[in-house]
């Protein structure tokens, strides 16, 4: 199981790469751009204000451009079918990015629900959208709707292929479910569709080390760490993997993610039973207390490991 998931989301960026109809108002783009750029700032409150903006402005277009010539039959120029056409009742597909960007807005403000509801609204506009399927996936998985959520990572490639981040999404899934093989394979063809995407070589390393393929692991957090050096998770599971072959590796590490996250517990056991392992009681009980601290819920788990790491040191004297 991984020990830290990390779900990719997609936000479609400033309208120059966003396909654009010739029936979608200027003032819509204008707010869709002033969004994109404040979600980028980290300004989400002001990022869902100006897609709020572009999805009312967009929603109701001038009718003096929309004809029955320019409006391609069948799918309104869009949907994937006559029937998905028929459920539709707004005909810009720009609508539905901008829907997709204001649920992810919210996503990260915590807004779960809100998420899923702008993510539905999307798809309902243009169910042909993978995007929207794969972000509404990843906020299904994140109120624990499994099912769901591989439903719509399921759909989003069967409507592209190459959307690297279904493929880690669902691996994250996978593995999760015990599902081993699969989830490497999809970790597999996320990296060879985007060989700079951190999270894959992130998982794909904790998949690998916990197969006791350590040496391979260990590549994989390198990696992991060259393209995202401020993730702690990625130097705590590179230190697990060096834990059975240099301690000093594996102690620079999690001071490493320790210095990045001073609440991530797991770094403060494994830290702990790599200093009892060396003999240092004193410094051990110093990182297993804060450990306790933080996760209450875990005594029992470290318990066992101290009495393991006892057991294997008394071994080697």
Same mark, same amino acid.
């Given at each position: +199981?991984?020990?830290?998931? *990390?779900l990719?989301?997609v $936000?479609?960026?400033l309208?120059? %790469?966003?396909?654009?109809?010739a029936q979608?108002?200027?003032? =819509?783009?204008?707010?869709y751009e002033h969004?994109?750029k404040?979600?980028?700032t980290?300004?989400?409150?002001g990022? $869902?204000e100006?897609?709020?903006?572009?999805?009312?402005?967009?929603s109701?277009?001038?009718?003096s451009? @929309?004809?029955?010539?320019n409006?391609p039959p069948?799918? !309104?120029g869009?949907a994937?079918?006559?029937s998905?056409?028929?459920?539709?009742t @707004?005909?810009d597909?720009?609508t539905?990015?901008?829907?997709?960007?204001r649920?992810? =807005?919210r996503?990260k403000?915590g807004? $779960?629900d809100?998420?899923?509801?702008d993510y539905?609204l999307?798809?309902?506009v243009?169910p042909?959208?993978a995007e929207?399927h794969l972000n509404?996936?990843t906020?299904?998985?994140?109120?624990?709707?499994?099912d769901g959520?591989?439903?719509?990572? !399921?759909?989003? @490639?069967?409507?592209?292929p190459r959307? %690297?981040?279904? %493929?880690?999404n669902?691996?994250?899934l996978?593995? !999760?479910?015990?599902?081993?093989?699969g989830?490497l394979?999809?970790?597999?063809?996320?990296?060879a569709l !985007?060989?700079?995407?951190?999270e894959? %070589?992130y998982?794909r390393?904790w998949l690998?080390?916990d197969?006791g393929?350590l040496?391979e692991?260990?590549l994989?957090?390198?990696?992991? $760490?060259?393209?995202n050096?401020?993730?702690a998770w990625?130097?705590?599971?590179?230190?697990?993997?060096w834990?059975s072959?240099?301690?000093k590796r594996? +102690?620079?590490?999690?001071?490493?993610?320790l210095e990045?996250?001073?609440?991530?517990? #797991?770094a403060? +056991?494994?830290?702990?039973?790599?200093l *009892?392992l060396?003999g #240092?009681?004193?410094?051990?009980?110093?990182?297993?207390?804060?450990f306790?601290?933080l996760?209450?819920? +875990?005594?029992?788990d470290l318990?066992?490991?101290i009495k393991?790491a006892r057991?294997l040191?008394?071994e080697?004297?």
């Open positions: +199981m991984l020990k830290r998931i *990390l990719s989301l $936000i479609f960026p309208c120059g %790469y966003v396909l654009v109809q979608t108002p200027s003032l =819509a783009i204008d707010h969004g994109a404040r979600f980028q980290g300004d989400l409150d990022a $869902i100006e897609f709020t903006k572009a999805i009312s402005i967009s109701h277009p001038d009718s451009q @929309l004809t029955r010539s409006v069948g799918a !309104n869009f994937a079918s006559d998905e056409a028929r459920e539709i @707004l005909i597909p720009f539905a990015k901008a829907y997709t960007n649920g992810t =807005a996503y403000k807004d $779960i809100g998420a899923i509801r539905e999307a798809i309902q243009n042909g959208l929207a509404r996936g906020a299904r998985y994140a109120k624990g709707d499994r959520a591989l439903a719509d990572w !399921n759909r989003a @490639l069967r409507i592209e959307l %690297y981040e279904a %493929y880690n669902r691996g994250v996978r593995a !999760n479910q015990s599902d081993i093989d989830a394979a999809d970790f597999n063809q996320a990296i !985007n060989p700079r995407l951190a894959a %070589y998982h390393g690998r080390r197969k393929n040496e692991a260990i994989d957090f390198n990696r992991a $760490i060259e393209l050096p401020d993730v990625a130097y705590h599971g590179r230190g697990t993997a834990m072959i240099d301690f594996a +102690m620079a590490d999690f001071n490493r993610a990045l996250d001073p609440n991530l517990p #797991n403060y +056991m494994n830290r702990g039973l790599v *009892l060396q #240092n009681e004193k410094e051990a009980e110093e990182d297993f207390a804060r306790r601290t996760r209450p819920d +875990m005594k029992g318990d066992r490991s393991l057991e040191r008394g080697k004297h």
